[in-house]
């Protein structure tokens, strides 16, 4: 039996329609039309290109009765979740705030806790100024103090109270989300009153060294979905009916999850959205999200990834053109080089915030006197994210479709600080977020969907102990050995039609992701490119103009005669 689904996704600049045909565990892309998003306004009616999208799709598909079966709606245009998070100490139930938000697709858009620095005025007036849809508010049993109960809670409560901005265009104060302690519920209601809607759901973070995130979550999206059809901007929804309608973010969440289900390994997929950079993993069952502006990174890091020094001197006002106007897109080599340099340095420092948020959580349960109340005993808190047990790796989002596969390639070698062998797939058409909508017919496998683009096999910051016998390529009856470059990044083409199999020997002290010393093999069919990366790893310190035109050159990123420009202009 063949199952229609459709998923309609409203983005920041276009509408996209694509209808998927599911029988059994294969989902068919049957059509895909595209319609411009207007600009987002306070009276815009963002569902016009919905509409448009729709209709197209409907024309290309020729059927005479066109009845699917469920219909999927996400939103990213100016419609996704904007929360701000409550706590009482920042990095324990603040922390946890933040991370349900994200998991449910929101912009977080700022962080109350007791000990984040601000007195309690300042925190009151920035979360009036704020144009959020909600307040997400946590705060538990390990955090309390001896002696006052639940007094700190009480006092964010008020916080929370007294600076609850209107919801956009209803004259109503936005709604809270109470993931907080259940014994403080009573005295929580009577500070918030009646005129604060308040939606209660289990306490996130009860104790110090486990989280309850789901139910936090749903209660986010439950408003979300409540308050979007009440959107003017997005009335128009109403013609798909019952349609669900999901925050684009968490909808690619679902695709995560799916996909590490189906491979039943640790997986990250990174949207490179041109303005943010969405990065989410799962990794031994624990699925995180994290969402990084790209507006903010500085010149004189990203000057490192240049590969000319005429482009350094430029760097400043291109940044800030850029910056202006970050959906635009590079028009020259020069430009393109600047692009890539910035998405680099945008991609470390995203990687870099999601290796701090996705952490394992391990303490002791005590209580703690007056004077202790921010001196938390935790044991442990390490980051899940360790490149050499990732496995696989997917590039979505605005940009996939734009830069080649090697540029996707420069960016990840350069950025993702790659260890053991990591497979690279590409979603050139954005359907990721489709999964969401056929999530319960089977498992659909990444290379059914996505696009192989190489195979990254490194040391990681471990090549010092590389040599010729490092790594093995397995095409026919005995293994080649790969050639392994201490410093330097090599393309080997994988012969077609063959299922190639490629071997790492670490040392007795390497590790490529199953302990010191183990060797690993990876099924590397349908990838036509090995990258052999032996660069030095946080020890950039020589001509790194001539470094990067060298890693450029290695990957086929962009044309010799520009590149020899670059070596010539270098200096």
């Known amino acids: 039996m063949v199952r229609r689904y459709v998923h309609l996704d409203i983005g920041t600049t276009v509408t996209r ?28 009616d963002l569902t016009e290109g919905v509409r448009l999208a ?16 469920e219909v999927l709606v996400t939103v990213s245009a100016g419609g996704e979740p904007k929360v ?57 049993v390990d955090e309390e103090i001896i002696g006052q109960g639940r007094h700190q809670l009480y006092n964010v409560a008020r916080v929370v109270a007294q600076g609850l901005p209107e919801r956009r265009g209803t ?66 929804l109403g013609r798909f009916g019952a349609a669900k309608v999901l925050p684009s973010g968490h909808a690619l969440g679902l695709a995560v999850r799916r996909i590490a289900e189906s491979l039943g390994q640790n997986v990250m997929v990174i949207s490179l959205d041109g303005d943010a950079v969405q990065v989410l993993t799962v990794i031994k069952g624990v699925f995180t999200r994290t969402v990084t502006p790209v507006t903010l990174v500085g010149a004189k890091d990203v000057a ?16 800030a053109c850029w910056k202006m106007a970050p959906g635009s897109l590079p028009a020259s080599w020069d430009d393109l080089a600047v692009y890539l340099a910035v998405q680099k340095q945008a991609l470390l420092e995203a990687i870099r915030e999601h290796s701090s948020t996705a952490i394992e959580l391990r303490g002791i349960h005590r209580q703690r006197q007056i004077g202790e109340t921010f001196q938390v005993n935790v044991k442990g808190g390490d980051t899940l994210v360790r490149m050499e047990r990732i496995g696989t790796v997917c590039v979505t989002g605005y940009l996939a479709g734009l830069l080649s596969p090697a540029a996707h390639v420069s960016l990840l070698v350069d950025a993702l600080d790659d260890h053991g062998a990591t497979k690279v797939y590409l979603d050139r058409d954005g359907i990721l977020e489709s999964l969401a909508a056929v999530s319960n017919d089977g498992a659909i496998m990444p290379g059914d969907a996505l696009s192989p683009v190489a195979l990254l096999l490194s040391p990681g910051r471990n090549e010092e102990r590389v040599g010729p016998k490092w790594a093995f390529l397995r095409a026919g009856p005995a293994p080649e050995p790969l050639q392994v470059v201490q410093g330097e990044i090599s393309r080997v083409p994988i012969p077609a039609g063959k299922r190639p199999v490629v071997e ?57 005669d520009v590149l020899a420009g670059w070596e010539r202009g270098a200096r």
């Not at 049957?30 to 306070?42: E, I, M």
């Open 304 to 319: 490192r990834w240049l590969p000319s020094a005429r482009l350094a001197g430029l760097l400043e006002d291109t940044l």
């Open 171 to 236: 004259g109503k104060r936005v709604p809270v989300v109470y993931a907080a302690s259940v014994d403080g519920r009573e005295e929580v209601s009577k500070i918030f009153g009646d005129s604060i809607q308040v939606v209660w759901t289990e306490n996130v973070r009860s104790r110090l060294e486990e989280e309850n995130l789901d139910p936090a979550r749903d209660a986010v999206l439950g408003v979300f979905s409540s308050s979007i059809r009440q959107d003017p901007r997005f009335t128009g």
């Open 17 to 44: 329609a694509r209808a998927w045909d599911v029988s059994g565990r294969r989902a068919e892309l049957k059509g895909y039309a595209l319609a411009p998003t207007p600009p987002p306004s306070d009276d815009a």
């Open 504 to 560: 790492l020997h670490p040392s007795a002290r390497g590790d490529v992701g199953d302990g010191e010393g183990r060797r690993v093999a990876v099924l590397a069919e349908g990838f036509g490119s090995i990258y052999v990366d032996a660069r030095p790893r946080g020890r950039r310190t020589g001509d790194l103009y001539r470094e990067n035109v060298r890693t450029y050159r290695a990957l086929g990123v962009f044309p010799e």
């Open 84 to 140: 701000a998070c409550a706590g009482v100490v920042k990095g324990i139930s603040g922390d946890s705030a933040r991370r349900a938000a994200l998991s449910a697709g929101a912009t977080v858009t700022d962080l109350l806790a007791v000990d984040d620095g601000r007195f309690e005025y300042q925190r009151i007036l920035d979360l009036k100024r704020q144009d959020i849809s909600m307040v997400l508010m946590a705060g538990g």
């Open 54 to 69: 729709y209709s197209e799709l409907t024309s290309r598909l020729g059927e005479s009765r066109f009845d699917p079966e």
